[in-house]
């Protein structure tokens, strides 16, 4: 049954004790013990005149699908659910994206020796995405990174993603080597023929300017695909 058409959504933050409010239980036990709904709830504040902001929040997860949902989310799809607006919007999407800053390994100066380092590096980072995200990370002599770069957003092929974007940054912070990665929406890694094409011409070109692209890795959901280890560097 839809939340709002259960008695629960009926119910207004004041008429719920005040030890068993989100905030509250939250002072008190800690963020663990709260549910997905209590935790949305303190992020939302408030509600709206017809519903307290645990029902909000119970409505939202619904409308979203899960909690997963929230990961992909865009500030247009939270603004069409009724009750939250662009200010709740926002403070839910920064929080989120604190969330998503705090899981991911600090890049500077980390040493890639093999594609699953790069997996671990980028997967939390890459592997959520609804479109196609073409990266680039750069590396010194010691195959540590030293910067990354979102080249492209959209679907992967040869026009538009072209090797002087990838190699004038490289050029631009002194790169010894480049590794490219990209997800693939669908969660399966295995590479498409645009993806092949697209590594070829990316070595080419930096076989011509000595900047040497290591690996190309898909990621896809928890799964990931090297290039070079599947023999297609050869």
Same mark, same amino acid.
Do not use: W
């Given at each position: 049954?839809?939340? =709002? ?9 004041? =008429? ?27 992020? *939302? ?58 899981? *991911? ?11 699953? =380092? ?10 959520? +995405? ?8 750069? *590396? ?21 993603? !072209? ?18 990665? +990209?997800? !693939? ?30 690996? !190309? ?14 023999? !297609?560097?050869?």
């Amino acid at each position: 049954m839809h939340p =709002d058409k259960t008695l629960e959504s009926c119910v207004m933050l004041r =008429d719920i004790p005040v030890a068993e409010r989100p905030r509250e239980r939250m002072e008190r036990f800690g963020p663990a013990a709260l549910s997905n709904e209590e935790l949305l709830a303190v992020l *939302l504040r408030t509600g709206t005149k017809q519903e307290s902001a645990l029902a909000l929040a119970g409505r939202m997860l619904y409308e979203i699908g899960d909690l997963r949902g929230l990961k992909s989310v865009s500030l247009e799809e939270l603004t069409t659910i009724k009750g939250i607006g662009s200010a709740k919007a926002l403070m839910i999407l920064a929080g989120l994206e604190l969330g998503r800053r705090i899981a *991911l390994p600090p890049l500077s100066r980390v040493a890639v020796r093999s594609p699953k =380092d790069v997996a671990d590096v980028m997967m939390e980072e890459l592997r959520y +995405h609804t479109q196609e995200h073409f990266v680039c990370l750069y *590396l010194n002599t010691k195959n540590q990174i030293i910067g990354k770069d979102t080249v492209f957003i959209g679907s992967l092929n040869s026009s538009v993603v !072209h090797p002087r974007e990838v190699f004038h940054k490289a050029i631009r912070r002194s790169s010894a080597s480049v590794i490219c990665l +990209h997800n !693939h929406p669908s969660g399966d890694p295995v590479p498409s023929k645009e993806d092949i094409d697209v590594t070829r011409r990316l070595r080419e070109a930096g076989r011509i300017l000595g900047i040497e692209l290591l690996d !190309h890795v898909i990621i896809g959901d928890g799964q990931f695909y090297s290039l070079k280890e599947k023999g !297609h560097f050869s």
